[in-house]
């Protein structure tokens, strides 16, 4: 059974720095991108922030976040994880880890939510200014 566990969500202040962490269990680790979108309590969109693709470690950030978050991947711990450094308020959300197989469509796609098959529970992220 798959399983993607979040961790490493807190309160900072702004300016500060987080690491989320990302556990996948039950499939084939290197044959799928995993990362992470996130979505504002109340807000009906989840925003793309960071996707990397096992395989050949190509890493992909939304605009928002280039130059501040780092995404990362632990192929033999199946492990993903997010740099987020000089944190500010707008970054406030709940950060869910995602995964889907990598295909050349899904790289072409990767900030559209829809196109993911698992998602994790969500870790909060909030920070104060």
């Known amino acids: 059974e798959w399983q993607l566990v979040e961790s490493g969500g807190g309160s900072v202040q702004s300016g500060g720095s987080l690491r989320l962490s990302c556990a996948a269990s039950?499939?084939?680790?290197?044959?799928?991108?995993l990362g992470w979108f996130r979505q504002v309590p109340g807000k009906e969109d989840r925003e793309p922030v960071s996707?990397?693709?096992?395989?050949?470690?190509?890493?992909y950030y939304a605009d928002s976040v280039k130059g501040r978050f780092t995404g990362s991947s632990d192929n033999a711990e199946n492990m993903v994880y997010l740099q987020m450094n000089n944190l500010s308020p707008e970054d406030a959300a709940i950060y869910y880890c995602v995964a889907q197989v990598d295909t050349p469509v899904l790289r072409d796609v990767w900030t559209l939510p829809t196109v993911y098959t698992y998602w994790g529970q969500g870790t909060q992220v909030t920070v104060s200014s």
């Open positions: 039950g499939f084939s680790f290197d044959d799928y991108c």
């Open positions: 996707v990397i693709c096992a395989v050949d470690g190509t890493t």
